[in-house]
């Protein structure tokens, strides 16, 4: 079957791997929408090489730059988002946008009876029960794009959750795994973008590095996976070759291998339940030699602990989590937080929050906000 896709976050690290997909499986994927935030030039490109006829931009300066090829119509704001995401014609929304503001038309996307690939972690961490309860009533499928959810997903295929007794996320360990924890203190923004593994966004490139983006996808594989926080653990595993495993309640661990390429995961979400050939490097394990493993740095690193307290707790406090470290990353670019502060502002916002159980789409957004705000006074009170 070819699938008519939908990306929102075209112009991104996700959204152009997605266009990369299409390009090499044009068989199964078709693309008929994309929305971007500001980059009107990028879309316009991708406007004229995909020949889709509804193109998105959120940002109204860019939207008022954006000249539309004929028969493309440009849909604008975040309504824009919610009315690409429920084309009739859509069989699948790809969810890339960076930060909460996928959140909406995940949910449209859902009500409207369209499957989700999800690759924007806000969406299963920030509203992961909410997500995951309105999918099961439609009748709809979340198809991880994470790698390491994806890797899982491959591991499972459709296995009850009750036959898990453990899914072990990977994790590269980012650029710090071997630095004294003495010295976290001077790590700079040049030596923290610089990932050891993936080529990724500034933001995802910080949060490895400070385990953070390790422990959204803890709570991301709680609720897609059905099982609670104890049963998700982490494994640093510098090649990032293994993308993640699942251990069965007999022992038996299954594994899910491929070089570091976002383009395996993406194509697997798209053409999922089936696989298809492609142009992708195989992997050769000669050449690899070895795959290493150990133990994450729980103590030098507190994101992991913070977040395994946030999915265990659930309610608004994982979207806390989530919005308070988006905060302290963007000043630590901005060098007013230094590389620690990142987890000691997430840890004090934290425990300022009074949580709500089982939020609502409006509940969850004001915990976002009221996060981001409380992480502002936060470093505002930081001594730089
Ligand atoms: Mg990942």
Redesign the pocket.
């Known amino acids: 079957m070819r699938k008519k896709v939908v990306i929102l976050g075209s112009t991104g690290s996700i959204g152009t791997s997605a266009l990369k997909v299409a390009r090499d499986i044009p068989e199964r994927m078709e693309v008929i929408g994309l929305a971007a935030h500001r980059s009107h030039e990028a879309l316009t490109q991708q406007a004229a090489e995909t020949g889709v006829r509804h193109v998105c931009l959120t940002d109204p300066e860019a939207a008022s730059q954006f000249r539309a090829p004929s028969g493309t119509t440009l849909h604008e704001d975040n309504d824009g988002l919610v009315e690409l995401a429920t084309l009739p014609e859509a069989d699948l929304v790809l969810i890339a946008i960076v930060g909460v503001q996928g959140l909406r038309p995940a949910l449209a996307a859902i009500e409207a009876g369209k499957d989700i690939a999800v690759a924007s972690k806000e969406i299963l961490v920030a509203a992961g029960e909410a997500v995951m309860t309105a999918a099961k009533r439609k009748g709809v499928r979340i198809l991880p794009v ?4 994806n890797a899982i997903f491959q591991c499972l295929e459709g296995r009850d959750s009750r036959e898990v007794s453990r899914l072990i996320l990977t994790a590269s360990g980012g650029p710090f795994r071997t630095l004294p924890a003495a010295e976290l203190a001077n790590v700079t923004v040049e030596k923290a973008l610089k990932h050891p593994t993936w080529e990724m966004g500034r933001k995802i490139t910080i949060d490895s590095a400070t385990l953070f ?1 390790k422990g959204l ?1 803890m709570i991301e594989a709680r609720w897609l996976f059905d099982v609670e926080m104890e049963r998700v653990e982490v494994i640093v595993h510098p090649q990032s070759i293994v993308h993640s495993m699942v251990e069965f309640i007999d022992g038996s661990v299954l594994a899910q291998l491929s070089t570091t390429d976002m383009c395996f995961p993406i194509q697997y979400a798209v053409t999922w339940p089936e696989r298809v050939p492609n142009t992708l490097a195989p992997l050769d394990f000669a050449a690899l030699a070895r795959l290493d493993f150990e133990a994450p740095r729980v103590d030098d690193f507190p994101a992991l602990r913070l977040a395994r307290r946030a999915g265990e707790l659930g309610g608004t406090l994982p979207a806390v989590l989530n919005a308070a470290n988006e905060i302290a990353v963007e000043a630590f670019l901005g060098k007013r937080l230094s590389f620690p502060a990142i987890w000691e502002t997430v840890a004090a916002v934290m425990a300022a929050h009074e949580n709500i159980a089982h939020p609502v789409l409006d509940e969850i957004l004001a915990a976002d906000q009221w996060a981001r705000d409380t992480a502002a006074l936060v470093i505002a009170e930081t001594p730089p």
Do not use: L
């Open positions: 994470d790698s390491e959810h983006n996808e």
